[in-house]
């Protein structure tokens, strides 16, 4: 076995050891992952129920999407949102605080993998405990959904594509905190944009053509909005597949500026801790 195959061999164990030790602990947490995933429907339902309001109040549809697709959106956009939890920036103050990213600049690997995996390993217990609560929202708002094979198949890549692309693009952001003392600005003004340019917050199709326009200049709208509307819309097999290479893309700029970021802030980190 060459080094090359045997490198890539140790990443696929290393995945796969932390995936499934993340399954097993989180199971052990049932009631409260419950609860975490109950308290994330709260912010979907809202806009759920608000852009329902709406369609009905303008003949049952907004820009030609109905109600039904808009209860899709929402309740598909659950789904994604729950693979879309990663590390968060604001979490690297206390690694440096504690210390803990000392220990981390000892493993074998770049701490990205650490976090990549760890989350990764709570997306199976998540998707357990999702889907009763989208039974019972699918019961409650009638979602119009009746999509491809193919369809299918591209949105269970693209949610994954848009873990990938959230989780390295949340990296280089922490990677801010061990250069200026004034990152938390910039964290906000990028889940700002994030909210507004994704999907998240409103419907692409919903926004003008301007901002649907500086959307596709930003990775936001390929981890949120694409994954969605692979299952819910009707898009081309063309376009499907135009977005997954944007998702590539996206990761393989976000893995780049995640190699960049880290050798600097390297370089500037001062260990401090207990």
Not at 78 to 96: A, D, K
Not at 195 to 203: A, K, M, N, Q, T
Request: contains cysteine.
């Amino acid at each position: 076995m060459s080094s090359q195959q045997s490198a890539v061999r140790s990443y696929v164990d290393f995945y796969a050891t932390g995936i499934r030790t993340q399954i097993l602990t989180q199971f052990q947490y049932r009631v409260a992952m419950y609860m975490y995933t109950l308290g994330m429907v709260t912010e979907p339902v809202i806009y759920l129920v608000v852009w329902r309001t709406i369609a009905r109040q303008h003949g049952g549809s907004i820009n030609g999407v109905g109600a039904g697709q808009i209860a899709a959106y929402y309740i598909v956009w659950t789904l994604v949102r729950t693979f879309n939890v990663v590390f968060t920036p604001f979490g690297w103050e206390e690694r440096i605080r504690e210390g803990q990213f000392s220990s981390q600049l000892l493993r074998p690997l770049h701490p990205v993998h650490y976090d990549m995996a760890w989350f990764a390993g709570h997306k199976v217990p998540w998707l357990v405990m999702y889907a009763p609560i989208a039974v019972a929202l699918s019961l409650v708002f009638h979602p119009t959904l009746d999509p491809r094979a193919i369809e299918v198949v591209v949105f269970i890549v693209a949610i994954w594509g848009a873990y990938v692309i959230r989780s390295l693009n949340h990296f280089v952001l922490g990677m801010l905190t061990l250069l200026t003392t004034r990152a938390t600005s910039i964290f906000q003004i990028w889940f700002l944009s994030e909210l507004l340019l994704s999907g998240r917050l409103v419907p692409l199709t919903f926004m003008p053509h301007w901002a649907q326009s500086i959307a596709n200049w930003f990775p936001f709208k390929w981890t949120f909005y694409f994954p969605i509307e692979a299952l819910v819309g009707s898009m081309s097999t063309h376009t499907l597949l135009t977005g997954l290479l944007w998702q590539c893309f996206w990761a393989l700029v976000g893995s780049v500026l995640v190699w960049r970021s880290f050798r600097l802030a390297v370089k500037h980190y001062s260990a401090v801790g207990n």
